[in-house]
């Protein structure tokens, strides 16, 4: 982190984005090489290397088209490891301008295009992409199961607590008697916290994460605050009508015993 830290310094000193650029890919990549092969569970090399691609890849920002072009291959990379990897859920490369070259690449276009269904849309739009794109999954190993579960996180977003398990049966593909057992794993996967009403057949969500937190979210997360304030707001003013009412009842009363 100190070289990384170390090469940012230099990009607004010496004015050279192509050098500065250059090392800090180099700088990034080297201590990868200090590296075990594997380490046991989430710890394990993949997510270090997307936690290292997704600093590089931040670091292009404002470049043209041809330092941009450099980071192409690691754009790549980092979508592939995002789709591969079944407990990586949240991810922000998608605006990211060395990501954002991609989609109008004529080469990777479609890993772009993969990268935008797996983050705005649900499975659906997954397996109409996958038919057409099948030769995608023996190249790089995509992950159906990962769909599923970011396609009912995508449900619990949608502006409704309450999901019926009709339509998360439909929206997953799934049988009846798997719904239960997909909320069971999206729980496990600290996607949402919720309860599940076997009786009405609904699943009640409290909490659920986001598979990007763009401009949108933000948005989002600003008009929820403005709404709590409202409200404490007129609660605050609720109160203080209400005690100036019995304020004025009791000093009636004073006047009135006198």
Request: aromatic fraction near 6%; hydrophobic fraction near 40%.
């Amino acid at each position: 982190m100190l070289l990384f830290c170390r090469t940012i310094k230099q990009r607004s000193t010496l004015g050279s984005p192509n050098l500065a650029v250059a090392e800090t890919a180099s700088q990034l990549q080297w201590p990868l090489s200090s590296l075990p092969p594997s380490l046991p569970g989430p710890t394990r090399v993949p997510r270090l290397l997307s936690h290292r691609q997704k600093t590089l890849l931040s670091s292009f920002n404002g470049e043209d088209a041809h330092v941009l072009s450099e980071a192409k291959e690691e754009a790549v990379h980092a979508i592939i490891d995002f789709v591969k990897l079944s407990y990586i859920f949240q991810c922000d490369l998608l605006d990211m301008p060395a990501v954002l070259q991609l989609e109008k690449d004529a080469k990777y276009a479609v890993l772009y295009q993969l990268l935008k269904i797996f983050l705005t849309q649900r499975l659906g739009a997954y397996l109409e992409y996958h038919t057409t794109n099948s030769d995608l999954e023996k190249n790089y190993g995509l992950v159906h199961a990962k769909m599923r579960l970011m396609s009912l996180v995508d449900l619990s977003s949608n502006g409704s607590c309450r999901i019926r398990y009709e339509l998360i049966r439909e929206i997953l593909n799934i049988n009846d008697d798997e719904v239960e057992l997909w909320v069971v794993k999206a729980i496990t996967a600290k996607l949402i916290d919720c309860k599940m009403d076997q009786m009405n057949q609904v699943v009640v969500v409290s909490h659920h994460t986001y598979g990007m937190f763009g401009q949108h979210q933000w948005q989002a997360l600003r008009t929820k605050l403005m709404t709590w304030r409202d409200n404490i707001s007129n609660v605050i003013n609720t109160i203080q009508a209400n005690k100036v009412t019995e304020d004025g009842s009791q000093a009636v009363q004073g006047l009135v015993v006198r």
